[in-house]
């Protein structure tokens, strides 16, 4: 990675962007807006570390990071000249939140760019399992088109559909599932009754309430302490025979193990599933065997309009510090009050002025 101008905002993009051959593997993630700004620079990190290296941020003054990983060591010869972090999607469990904030880091997210992709995707999903999609192409690849009496699918017109977690994803489901009048029943313990009600959604008291109620159940929660594990096997256990599970948030969310066994048995009838608890799954996981789930390789919300909407955030919040402002989507705003951060955005604008 070369970057020799001491006057130019230094940013560093994570390797993980580029093909094994080093060529851009995606449309557009903003880089123009770089380049249009003759006071900043990029360039990518020559190799992959995860998590990220002190080496790596030396020379920083900011990085742009798809899925690479910010720990304590990422940190352990401190940040004299980082200012900011802008990764590249809206999910920040690869992140210490805390390690930024000690360094002097400011940490943003592409809040939001994600919403209508992961909520069309959720709904992809849906009617792929209501109509019997997946089931109903094999019977023609196959030649088995006289068993088509037997594979009847449902509408999801009047059914009700369960949302674990309703910020941003969840609300645009809500939105999408509206044309088929379909009952929305949330739970989230940190939205309040007045904007439930303001879009038509009824609170569930509890998980249990949730699960044993729906016929669709979708998971839009953050990954945290909180959220690990949440999902199990006691509420598989509740949900009905012909119910279905769609996880596009974090695999850890869920009890995989659970997961599977509740497949296994036919607790319910089906999952989509666009993450896992180990990424990529292991070729023995017994979920890529059954035919009663949809999977995706963590990337159903993937779009050249998400990808440009999620640079065009991610480089905007970087290049917004470079001017001396506020970045969009931050996530530890205490950093901007204190002395080092201060001091090194200081430092950083009286060389750009040289």
Known sequence: MALRAENRFRIGVTRDFLSPSGELTYKDIGLGQIEAEPRSQYAFFEEHHYPVTP?????????L???AAWKAETFAEGAERLLIVAR?????DMCDVNAFTANDTLLTIARGSTDHPVAGGVLAMMLAFSRRMFVKDR????GRWHERNRYQGTEIYGKVLGIVGFGGQGRELRRLVEPFGMKV????PFV???????????????LEALFSQS???SIHCLLNEQTKGLIHKDLFNLMKPTAYFVNAARGPIINEKDLISALENGTFAGAGLDVFELEPPSPDNPLLQMENV?????SICWTDECFAAMGSLAVGSMLSVMRGEVPFGLLNPEVLESKGFQAKREAMLARLEE
């Open 139 to 142: 019977l023609v690849r196959e």
């Open 65 to 67: 990071s798809l899925g």
């Open 185 to 188: 029943i949330a739970y989230d």
């Open 88 to 92: 590249f999607g809206v999910g920040y």
């Open 192 to 206: 309040s009754d007045a904007a439930l009600e303001q879009v038509g959604v009824e609170r569930a008291t509890s």
């Open 55 to 63: 080496q790596q941020i030396a020379e920083l003054d900011a990085a």
């Open 215 to 217: 016929d669709y159940v």
């Open 294 to 298: 949809i999977l995706a390789p963590h």
